[in-house]
């Protein structure tokens, strides 16, 4: 990457993920603009002016040294958790259910912040626990308190994707810091119990519902089971080569629920066919593949967590989206990375981006700080 | 994996991290795999389920109705017909916010707090995607005003379409019936998609319903592009509809329309029938409803008014009104009494009554007429000489006559039920009730009262058959083979002689000499007759409550030597045959002189507050102002048989057995009178009459 024209400062830029990032991105953006029967407006500008300025974010996030990071994700992870309660609270007193803040500028949902808030201390916390520890119970509980707070908060928002990002990042930060597996199978046990459980007595009825139309859609095709039934027939009846850009009869004559957000993928598998879908696929794989790469090679047991915890974030959203619009996974509402329109979702992912950036340049840049 | 052991350090965790974190890859890996094989799985192996799913999701195929047959009339003039028209419908399960979307609909299209109310009936009502109409027959403005904002009003549908027109309206009411859209009970029937097409109608009474299959045709086809929404974003191809095929009628659409309009504010019907052929040229029953205004379903006001009439808007008097037919079935007696050989110069003597055994049966004319053979027994219609005779002859040859003549039959027309009434005889009375016929029974059904009871219609068809002495069956569908008619065998000389008899009531010294026609040459034979309704210690059948007054009735012919046409008048409580007479005239010269018989009506029709059309306006304009919006709902089945309602019985109605006579109600006019009046004048009240029984 490195060559005598040009610039150094340019040169050392993470190339390797930001060109395929980009291009993701741009081909949303295009998906957005057919989606908006051919208009750049509602979507497809704010979409890539987000991607400017969460880049931009990202950049600045990649320049911070690790001795900030490290200093960070207490207060960080205290600051959000705070503020989920302050949701709650408000929810409380305003009457139903409120997931995000107004700041005035911006609407701020904290239980997004959480995602990758809940990888950073949970690194910090392993970094630090004496490897001695790591396999007692000193190592477990806190471990799993740190996760179960905030998964808890925002489940009784309730947003059960959330809190499932939540858990999934958590519990794989945790899974990776080393503690005996036996505990995982554990876990996994009381789980098969404790779901059944939790589907009957602790779900919402929508939530529920959910689960069960995912089970056979077809039960309920003009209900619950519709959205699937409908991103199913979008991509099915793209084909290979997809009807063409801005021939998409699915997402045009809007039957195809949330075209621009939670079911981009089906509005552009219907215009792009299955080649589209492994472009986007390859993409993902390779920035995935480069956070993993990131984390191996790095020096300390913080790095790797911090890195591999925030590319694991960002595979979540990747497969739960694409189960969900194929028909896999439940419809929980998470979007697809990078892709889907919503602010929300690219702040997280590019916050994840720009620390895996940064634990990539801590190891390149050796022992500089800031 | 991850040890347990006693010693954990930084180079165990790091191995373990390197370890775990392959596994976690190679799973992430594998994630991409099945997504990528479930997405190849969906897109290639099962595009073809999938691309036809989109593609039925994004056409939407709707039907066009087909244009209605015509009916037509003998001529070919149109009595039901189509008319391009611009309509608004509602699919009421496709409605978001029914109540705001209805009252802005009201808004849009000017209707008033009563048709908001029917047209908000009718959405209670619909099942499923059964359409509902708000309004057709739309100017262009109204039209406009709800087509800009179809995308603020789901499930409202504008387009343009044809609805069903009829030219003369009321006049042919009864006869054709009316369209309306399918019922719930008739898409369970017929499971076809036509049927919940909105704009498309399906016949409900009349001939309408009886040639529904011919008249449909076949729907059209419009494959549209449509938006989840139900919105259509553009047309793709379109099939033309073909058009149900034209039915015609024997009927004479201008003699129809005329018959109609004149009987006026009177309840009856008159029936008019061409004596070779037996082509039914006009069906009238009045009052009637207006077809038009039945098309897209009865509103409250509309079926308040019609229900409640005492005039029974909605039956079809023609084929289901029976009536003791009265003295009309003398001339019928007569031909029996000649068949069985009686001579008609002999004669017996009426002092005003005949004393049978210890009672005392009296003629309509207390005064007597003196010295009666049979010619005469017909012309002033004396009861005497019939009771006299028939006791002779017996009932079972007069009920037989009766039978041939076309009584107590239903005839096969294509229509939706007949009322055929009941000729008595003997073997029916002990059938019918368990008693023995009593003398009594023969005399109250020579004067056609007692248990006599015949519909308008075979009263037609009696005249039709005396005038041209054959088996006359009555049709209503035109271009068919002309029919075999075959003789019924009278002698030509017992056939003249009742004409002659028949002739003389009208133009010689009989009942109803005011009934001549007013066109040289053309001479109408006829007979007149007076059904009482009730007993005289009730009322005396002329004036006084409308629904106690006599029937009236008269049957004739013209011209009376070369029988042409046959015709049948009733006027339900007219007050006796006065009331019939002057119409059947008219209707008789229209057919021979349209233009005089037009310059009477319309003198009349002054005076009666317009055409029935035109009335009934004023009427509904009367009762909406009473009623307003409080008008009750009506029901589902009210709607399924609005004229099915008034219609139910096709057997006689059960009477009470009679025990004596029925009084004769006078004939209205004794003397051959040479007054002009239109309207019957009631003779003097032969008031004095009481109801007979037997006389100690």
């Given at each position: ?210 689960v069960l139309t995912f089970l056979d859609p077809e039960s309920d095709p003009l209900g619950t089971g519709y959205h699937i039934t409908q991103s199913k027939i979008a991509i099915g009846s793209g084909g290979f080569f997809g009807k ?116 990539e340049r801590w190891r390149t840049r050796g022992g500089l700080s800031g | 994996m991850a040890g347990t052991g006693p010693h954990v350090s930084s180079g165990t965790l790091k191995n373990s991290f390197d370890r775990r974190s392959f ?674």
């Amino acid at each position: 990457m490195s060559g005598s024209i040009v610039p150094e400062s340019i040169a050392r830029q993470p190339w390797r993920v930001l060109v395929p990032l980009t291009a993701l991105v741009l081909f949303g953006a295009a998906v957005l603009y057919s989606a908006a029967s051919g208009n750049l407006r509602p979507w497809a500008i704010t979409h890539v002016v987000r991607y400017g300025v969460f880049l931009a974010a990202a950049l600045i996030i990649a320049r911070l040294p690790r001795e900030w990071f490290k200093w960070a994700a207490y207060p960080a992870y205290a600051g959000i958790l705070f503020l989920l309660v302050l949701v709650e609270l408000m929810g409380a007193i305003g009457g139903g259910s409120q997931r995000w803040l107004n700041l005035g500028f911006m609407t701020l949902q904290p239980s997004e912040l959480m995602k990758p808030a809940i990888v950073l201390v949970l690194a910090r916390f392993f970094d630090s626990l004496p490897p001695g520890l790591t396999v007692s119970w000193r190592g477990l509980v806190p471990g799993v308190g740190l996760i179960a707070i905030p998964a808890g908060l925002v489940m009784i928002q309730p947003d059960l994707g959330t809190a499932l990002a939540i858990t999934f990042g958590g519990v794989v930060v945790i899974y990776l810091a080393g503690l005996p597996l036996r505990w995982f199978i554990g876990a996994g046990a009381a789980a098969a119990v404790a779901v059944p459980l939790a589907f009957f007595f602790l779900l919402h009825d929508y939530q529920r519902n959910r689960v069960l139309t995912f089970l056979d859609p077809e039960s309920d095709p003009l209900g619950t089971g519709y959205h699937i039934t409908q991103s199913k027939i979008a991509i099915g009846s793209g084909g290979f080569f997809g009807k063409g850009f801005g021939n998409g009869s699915q997402s045009h004559l809007e039957y195809l629920p949330e075209a621009h957000t939670d079911f981009v993928f089906a509005t552009m598998a219907e215009e792009w066919g299955m080649l589209g879908g492994l472009f986007v696929l390859l993409v993902f794989g390779l920035i995935l593949r480069w956070g993993f790469q990131v984390a191996r090679n790095s020096p300390d047991r913080f790095s790797q967590l911090l890195a591999t915890g925030m590319t694991t974030t960002i595979f979540f959203y990747i497969a739960i989206n694409l189960m969900m619009v194929m028909g896999l996974a439940p419809v929980v509402g998470i979007p697809l990375p990078f892709v889907s329109h919503g602010g929300s979702s690219m702040m997280t992912n590019m916050i994840c981006i720009g620390t895996i950036m940064a634990v990539e340049r801590w190891r390149t840049r050796g022992g500089l700080s800031g | 994996m991850a040890g347990t052991g006693p010693h954990v350090s930084s180079g165990t965790l790091k191995n373990s991290f390197d370890r775990r974190s392959f596994v976690l890859g190679a799973m992430q890996g594998g994630v991409g795999l099945l997504l990528a094989a479930r997405m190849g799985w969906i897109a290639v192996f099962q595009n073809a389920k999938y691309e036809l799913e989109a593609e039925s999701n994004r056409v939407n195929l709707t039907l066009v109705p087909p244009r209605r047959g015509w009916i037509l009339d003998r001529n070919g003039a149109p009595l039901a017909s189509n008319k391009t028209d611009f309509r608004v419908d509602i699919i009421p399960d496709r409605l978001v916010d029914p109540e705001r979307s209805i009252n802005l609909l009201g808004g849009l299209l000017n209707l008033s707090a009563i048709e908001v109310q029917d047209l908000k009936d009718k959405i209670e009502k619909a099942r499923g995607f059964q359409p509902v109409e708000a309004a057709a027959g739309l100017d262009w403005d109204r039209f406009a005003a709800v087509s800009v904002r179809l995308p603020d009003l789901p499930g409202v549908i504008a387009q343009r379409g044809f609805s069903r027109f009829y030219p003369t309206g009321p006049a042919v009411g009864h006869l054709i019936g009316y369209v309306g859209p399918a019922s719930a009970k008739d898409y369970e029937e017929e499971r076809n998609p036509l049927l919940v097409t909105p704009g498309f109608k399906i016949g409900k009474d009349g001939l309408e319903k009886t040639f529904e299959k011919e008249l449909r045709g076949e729907p059209g086809a419009r494959r549209v592009e449509v938006t989840a929404g139900g919105k259509i974003v553009r047309d793709l191809d379109s099939r033309d509809d073909v058009p149900g095929k034209p039915v015609q009628l024997t009927i004479d659409g201008p003699l129809q329309d005329y018959a109609a309009r004149r009987l006026g504010l009177e309840s009856g019907s008159v029936v008019v029938m061409d004596c070779q052929t037996g082509d039914i040229l006009c069906a009238a029953s009045m009052p009637s409803f207006d077809p038009n205004r039945f098309a897209n379903g009865i509103g409250r006001i509309e079926w308040k008014m019609l229900s409640d009439d005492d005039h029974v808007p909605l039956r079809n008097k023609v084929l289901r009104g029976l009536y003791p037919p009265g003295s009309t079935v003398k001339p019928m007696v007569a031909l029996a009494f000649l068949e069985a050989g009686l001579d008609p110069e002999e004669t017996v003597g009426c002092g005003g009554g005949l004393r049978v055994g210890n009672r005392v049966f009296h003629c309509w004319n207390r005064r007597g007429h003196g010295t009666v053979n049979m010619a005469k027994a017909i012309y002033q219609s004396c009861d005497v000489y019939f009771y006299h005779f028939a006791q002779r002859i017996g009932m079972e040859k007069i009920a037989v006559m009766a039978k041939r003549l076309g009584l107590g039959e239903s005839y096969p027309l294509p229509v939706p039920g007949q009322s055929y009434g009941t000729v008595p005889d003997p073997a029916w009375k002990l059938k019918k009730y368990g008693k023995e016929w009593a003398v009594f029974d023969t005399v109250n059904a020579t004067i056609g009262q007692g248990y006599m009871l015949v519909n308008p219609l075979q009263q037609a068809v009696m005249a039709a058959r005396i005038a041209s002495g054959n088996v006359l069956m009555p049709r209503l569908i035109h271009g068919q083979k002309p029919p075999l008619v075959t003789s019924l065998g009278f002698s030509q000389e017992h056939l003249d002689f009742v004409h002659k008899a028949m002739s003389d009531v009208v133009n010689g010294p009989g009942t109803a000499g005011r009934a001549k026609l007013p066109i040289p040459d053309v001479l109408m034979a006829g007979k007149t007759g007076t059904a009482q309704v009730v007993g005289l210690n009730i009322s005396s059948g002329k004036g006084g409550q409308w629904k106690y007054r006599d029937h009236g009735h008269f049957i004739s012919f013209a011209p009376f030597d070369k029988p042409r046409y046959a015709c049948a008048v009733v006027i339900e409580h007219g007050g006796g045959s006065g009331a019939a007479y002057p119409v059947a005239r008219d209707v008789m010269t229209f057919l021979f002189d349209p233009a005089k018989a037009m310059e009477v009506l319309s003198g009349m029709e002054a005076g009666w507050g317009g055409t029935p059309q035109q009335r009934m306006e004023a009427k509904y304009r009367v009762a909406a102002a009473q009623y307003g919006v409080g008008a009750p709902k009506v029901s589902d089945q009210d709607q399924q048989s609005a004229t099915g309602a008034q219609n139910q019985p096709s057997e006689a109605p059960p009477q009470p057995i009679a025990s004596a006579a029925a009084s004769p109600p006078p004939e209205p006019v004794a003397e051959a009178s040479t007054a002009a009046s239109p309207v019957p004048q009631p003779a003097p009240s032969p008031s004095a009459m009481p109801l007979q029984g037997p006389t100690p």
